[in-house]
Each structure stands twice: as C-alpha cells, then as structure tokens.
C-alpha cells in the first residue's frame, strides 16, 4: 500500500519519527514477557531492499527531524552493511538530525569498538536497549538472553562510540519474591554504564505470554502497583555518580512526574514517590483509579478534577473489598496499554 514496509512497534518517543525496517521481527524471540513477535521469523533485509524503501519514502514526501530503525534488534545486520544503509539514508533525508534502533545488550557486547564507532560516523546517533533488569537471577527467569555484564560492556561501548544510550528499566519484573534485587542490581548497572537515558516501562504480565500464564498458575507472585513504584524509588536511592536522566513516557508508568536528572534531581523524584507512598490510603486508591482510567497524569491533577468525577471515582474504590480485586481492577486497564 505504502511502498515500502513498517515494523509493529517502536518507543514513544519515537512517535514523530520516520520508521525504516531493516529487520523484520526478533533474533532472539524467548523473551517470557513479549508476545509482541511470537510465532513470526526473523529475518534480515537486503541493503537493495532498504534502499528501495528509503527512495519510496522519499517519493511520497515522507519527512521528520528523526528516524528510528526498526525492528527490534536491527543492530544484528553485519556492520558494514548497516552502515551503508545508514550513510544512504542520511544522504537522502538530510534534514533528519537524529537516527536511532532497538538493539540487544548481547548484539552490542558483541560488536567491536571500531565498529560501533564506524555505525556512529555512518550517522547511528541513539541506541535504545531494554535491559529489563541488571539482575542475572531475573534475566535468566525472564529468558532474556542476555547477562548484566553483557549489559555494562555493551552499554559502555555505545558511549565509548559517542552515542547516546537509552536503558529501559521494567519495575516489577521479578515479582514480590525478587523485588529488593531488581532495584539494588539495576541500580548497579546503571551506576556503572551512566546511561543518557533510564526509562520506566512498569511490567504488566501481558494474558498469553508465558510469565501472564505463570500468574495465573500461581507460580509467579506479581509485585502490586504500588509495590512497583516503591521499586522505581529504591532503584534511583542505590544509583551513584550517574548524570543521565530518568524519563516515565509510558501509561503503564503509575507516576508520570518522575523524570528528572540523576545528578541534580534524583531527590525530586525520590520526594515525588513518597509523597504518594505517604498518602492516606483511600487518597492513595483514588489517584491509582483516576490514572489507570486515563482521567489523570500527575497526582496534583486530583485537584482539578470535576466534583462529579472525583466523586465517582470514590465510588469506584469503595466498591472493591480485597487487595486482589483491587489488583485485578487497576490491571484491567493496564492489560490495555500494552
């Protein structure tokens, strides 16, 4: 229809970018979280093939400040040719001022300084990498294919080359059981590589994925949603001497305020977190109600909501007489978003 192929997702802030596929689905694909590319097959694009959708793009008037690759380890492609694909790219967009692509922490352990700096010079500018987690016990559980020490050499080696580095951390991922290591393990790789970016990207066991079954088999324990946020905040309490920033741009993130830069205001995000830890607990259910329906995206939004609204949504909370219908409520909408 369009002339040239698009991928099923990419980060939001890459809402506004020009999307070009250069691989299509997932290498790995055993992730027990993502149902995102199951039962499709990976396979690499030829340079001819991306070029042609590069000129079709062209063609049709296609223009943006920013490009992402897709789709989600399209760092796998032999250096050289994505390099080609890149300088190709920049030629014919020269108006694009920043390209980026998923890619693994096993991938870019892998990849040689020499060339993720020819990938950086060929016009590569940001990496996002989901780390999940910096415990080993957990990506292991997960099956993330991946080790925390794959995590610092190839996130260090991004940096090395002179491009940004975005992390994505997922809050809750080990459950109850693990939780206290998610935080203090993340927060260690975190501190050791100083990624530009930390975004939250809160687990929700997705129904059909392999960790949604072990939910429902009671054999995985999820962390509740506010157990989730105390996580986020006893991660940003063990991360030193980092100055990259901390971004929440995503829905399924219970509090969007907490973003801000490692070195000059962890302590506003940390303050952020307890104000709502600190609240009285109907106040505290409330605000869960009214952010998880979409009414709301900051906690001071509460004030401004419409009497008939607000007292609606006190009615909603009333109407839910166990922690686990609780749960089971407020993940009712966040199934949705993911």
């Known amino acids: 229809m369009y002339g040239f192929e698009m991928g099923p ?9 020009i999307l070009l596929r250069v691989t299509r689905n997932c290498p790995w694909n055993k992730c027990e979280f993502c149902g995102v590319y199951k039962g499709e097959k990976f396979s690499l694009r030829s340079v001819d093939e991306v070029k042609g959708d590069i000129d079709a793009m062209k063609a049709a008037g296609i223009t943006s400040s ?3 690759l897709q789709d989600a380890n399209s760092i796998i492609m032999k250096p050289d040719q994505l390099a080609e694909i890149l300088s190709y790219f920049r030629e014919t967009f020269p108006e694009v001022r920043r390209v980026t692509t998923y890619a693994r922490a096993d991938t870019l352990s892998r990849i040689t300084p020499e060339n993720m700096k020819m990938l950086k010079e060929a016009g590569l500018d940001r990496v996002h990498s989901g780390y999940e987690t910096g415990s080993d016990v957990i990506l292991k559980m997960i099956k993330k294919g991946t080790t925390r020490d794959q ?13 940004e580095l975005s992390m994505y951390f997922m809050p809750g991922v080990g459950g109850r059981e693990l939780s206290e290591e998610n935080s203090r393990e993340t927060a260690g790789v975190i501190s050791e590589v100083d990624p530009d970016f ?3 990207r809160t687990f929700v066991a997705k129904p059909g994925t392999p960790m949604g079954d072990r939910v429902e088999d009671g054999s995985f324990l999820p962390c509740t949603d506010e157990e989730k946020v105390t996580e986020i905040r006893r991660m940003l309490e063990q991360v030193e001497g980092c100055s990259g920033t901390v971004v929440s741009d995503h829905i399924v ?14 302590s506003e995000m940390i303050q952020k977190i307890r104000e709502f830890e600190e609240m009285e607990p109907f106040e505290k259910k409330r605000f869960q109600a009214a952010r998880r329906m979409g009414f709301v995206r900051r906690l001071s939004d509460m ?12 009615g909603i909370v009333h109407r ?9 409520f407020l993940n009712y909408f966040l199934e949705r978003y993911i």
């Open 66 to 68: 920013s490009a992402f």
């Open 9 to 17: 997702i990419r980060p939001p802030s890459e809402a506004n970018s």
């Open 198 to 200: 930390v975004r939250l």
């Open 303 to 314: 004030d401004r909501l419409p009497a008939d609204l607000s007292e609606q949504i006190s």
């Open 320 to 328: 839910f007489k166990t922690p686990q219908q609780w749960e089971e």
């Open 151 to 163: 995590q610092v050499r190839g996130g260090l080696k991004v940096k090395e080359a002179g491009m």
């Open 253 to 266: 993130n219970l509090l969007e305020e907490v973003r801000g830069n490692l070195r000059t205001q962890k």
